[in-house]
T-cell receptor
């Protein structure tokens, strides 16, 4: 099993550019989510989804869009990148079963916005 | 709003010494509690979790944590540190009024001296 796969691993953008961070999982997990990790702040939830066609906002959704057209994929879109979006981004997934709360994380995407 | 506090951004111990990483949460209703570990350049992995039942929870790699409702704490311990334990550790809570939002602490980096 590949688990949770994120691409790219590294990306440099100029302010105002757009891009999509890709996330795919092969575990048939209903729940998928995006976090950003910043020094001294831990991980903060950006958006999440509990199934195809269903998405919701987390703690820091501004500047990011998501969609969930399939169970496997959950891309994160930056429409107009800003330096404040420089961060490490993690995708995570799990089942939605009762008490089955173990999140599986991808290896991250390091994004720099100049 | 729910919050998680990890005391000490860095903890340094000698190999073979006790490891104690502190975590306190703010909630009138005990949430689900987690410890995740992040090794360099990797995503997070679940160490252990508390949902209900026994308050002393055992996890992988010899770690354990005790849920203390009266102290709103969920400290992580390991009797004897190993060099391979060097990593960043995150405490997280899942509030009982939200099935899908995991709130992370700011993290504690564990350094193990030979």
């Amino acid at each position: 099993n590949a688990g949770v796969t994120q691409t790219p691993k590294f990306q440099v953008l100029k302010t105002g550019q757009s891009m999509t961070l890709q996330c795919a999982q092969d575990m048939n997990h209903e729940y998928m989510s995006w976090y950003r990790q910043d020094p001294g702040m831990g991980l903060r939830l950006i958006h999440y989804s509990v199934g195809a066609g269903i998405t919701d906002q987390g703690e820091v959704p501004n500047g990011y869009n998501v969609s969930r057209s399939t169970t496997e994929d959950f891309p994160l879109r930056l429409l107009s990148a800003a330096p404040s979006q420089t961060s490490v981004y993690f995708c995570a997934s799990r089942t939605t079963g009762h008490k089955n709360e173990k999140l599986f994380f991808g290896s991250g995407t390091q994004l720099s916005v100049l | 709003a729910q919050s998680v506090t990890q005391l000490g951004s860095h903890v340094s111990v000698s190999e073979g010494a006790l490891v104690l990483l502190r975590c306190n949460y703010s909630s009138s209703v005990p949430p689900y509690l987690f410890w995740y570990v992040q090794y360099p350049n990797q995503g997070l992995q679940l160490l252990l979790k508390y949902t209900t039942g026994a308050t002393l929870v055992k996890g992988i790699n010899g770690f354990e944590a005790e849920f203390k409702k009266s102290e709103t704490s969920f400290h992580l311990t390991k009797p004897s540190a190993h060099m391979s334990d060097a990593a960043e550790y995150f405490c997280a809570v899942r509030p009982m009024d939200s099935s899908y939002k995991l709130i992370f602490g700011s993290g504690t980096r564990l350094l193990v001296r030979p």
